[in-house]
Every structure is written in C-alpha cells, then in structure tokens.
C-alpha cells in the first residue's frame, strides 16, 4: 500500500525547521542516541535565536530555565552507546505530518513552520503525551487558544518569511546521494570524520583527510573551484547527514 514518503513529508518543512531536524540528527550521533526523538528536535529549535516556538514559550509564559532543565534530563533519560542512528523515532514522523497536516489544512500554507509542529503535536494525544513526557510546562499551551491566535502568538518571528523549497527532487539528487555513498564507503577518506563534524556546521577541527582529494569526487558533478571554502563545507555536508538522505530516499 502505498504511503507517505520521507522525501514529500521533511521536503515540507521550512528551512528553519528542517536544519533543526539536520542539526537533532547530528546532536542524536554525538550523544550516542540510537534514535531522532522529539526531544532532539524540540532542543535544537530551542537552539536558534528565533523561531515560532520561542514565540509561544514567550506568549504563553512557560518558564524558561525550567524548560531548559526539563529537556537536559530528558535527553539524559535516553539509552546511549548506539554506534550509528537506527532511524527516526515514529513520534518525530508523526509530528512532521500533524504539522503538514494543521498548517495547510488550517492554516492554508504550504510551508511548515515549528508552530504547526507544536499545534499538531498538542492536537494529537499520543504526541501530546510524549511532549508533556519532555517537559510539563508545555502544558501551559491552550492548543485550541493557539489555534485561534496563532498570527498574534507568533507575530515578528521569522518564520514568517520562509519558503519551504522541495529539497529533494531536485536534478542533482541522486548524484549527491551517489557522493554520499562513495565517501560513507570509503573508510580511508571518512575516517572518524562524522564524530569530528561540529554540530552548527562548517569544517571539522581536525580530520584524516586532504578536503581537496574529496573536491575532487565532485568536480565531474559540478563545476566548483576546489578551492572554494563553500565546496569543501558542501562535502562534509552531504557525508555528516548521507544516512538520514539514504532513509528518505529508500522511503520513496
């Protein structure tokens, strides 16, 4: 029976929502987490200077350093050890869809935005519980208020503006994919690279390998300097998320 794919359903998000899924998966690699959980998400939005969420934590006054402490002894509550990621948990899927689902259906907009995350997700009871489970001052959002007020609750975010551009069916796509492949395999260029990758981006502090060698991969792909900082950035991009790639693509 055919369903949803990975690809249509992060596809959707906006771009500030999805690098905060990038950035869970990551942050769930790094802690020896076996699963994306909700958490990982809620605490990398949390991360951003702005967002919809911030907007509600505000509007309806949650206390912060609580919820601060409340979603450290959640993410310490998680088994770790785990050597690579075994997925996404069901509760993150879940949330991205209620979020698609409430923000075109009642809002009327084709983005997703950590708001409609945080409506779905309270709207939905199994989700709700998990939030609550994260931390009880989520219990201070009324969904229904939410709803009714969502242009005032999150009025100046920047949220607002963004577009959710359809990341995934792009005419590079399978070539990435590819590239992600080749370097994943190749242990004598990827060497303990992932574990080394800071989490907000940018080039490894330290690594076994010469990023020109892995610009060279790219250059029958794409006409790049390799030289270029933007270029070598891309490649350890594409090898630190190749795995949650691989998934949305074999989902399709």
């Not at 949650?62 to 601060?68: D, F, M, T, Y």
């Not at 945080?118 to 989700?127: E, F």
């Amino acid at each position: 029976m055919a369903e949803i794919s990975r690809v249509a359903l992060f596809g959707r998000l906006n771009p500030l929502a999805y690098k905060a899924i990038e950035s869970a998966t990551v942050f769930c690699k790094l802690r020896g987490n076996p699963y994306v959980e909700l958490v990982h998400w809620v605490h990398q939005i949390l991360q951003v200077e702005d967002s919809d969420l911030h907007r509600i934590v505000r509007g309806f006054e949650l206390n912060p350093s609580q919820l601060a402490h409340d979603i450290t002894e959640s993410l310490d509550r998680l088994p770790r050890g785990a050597t690579s990621i075994s997925d996404l948990s069901a509760h993150v899927e879940e949330a991205a869809e209620r979020g698609w689902v409430y923000g075109s259906l009642l809002f009327g907009e084709a983005q997703v935005r950590t708001g409609h995350i945080i409506v779905g997700v309270l709207k939905t009871g199994g989700l709700r519980n998990a939030l609550l489970g994260i931390s009880r001052q989520f219990a201070k959002v009324k969904p229904d208020t939410l709803c009714d007020d969502f242009a005032r609750v999150t009025d100046g975010s920047p949220e607002s503006g963004m577009a959710a551009p359809d990341r995934f069916r792009a005419a590079g796509e399978d070539v990435v994919l590819q590239l992600g492949a080749d370097l994943v395999e190749d242990q004598e260029l990827c060497h303990d690279v992932e574990g080394r990758v800071e989490i907000g981006g940018g080039l490894p502090a330290a690594a076994h390998v010469d990023p020109r060698r892995l610009l060279a991969r790219v250059r029958p792909h794409w006409k790049w300097n390799r030289h270029d900082v933007r270029s070598v950035r891309f490649v350890w991009h594409v090898h630190r998320h190749y795995q949650l790639l691989r998934r949305m693509r074999n989902r399709t």
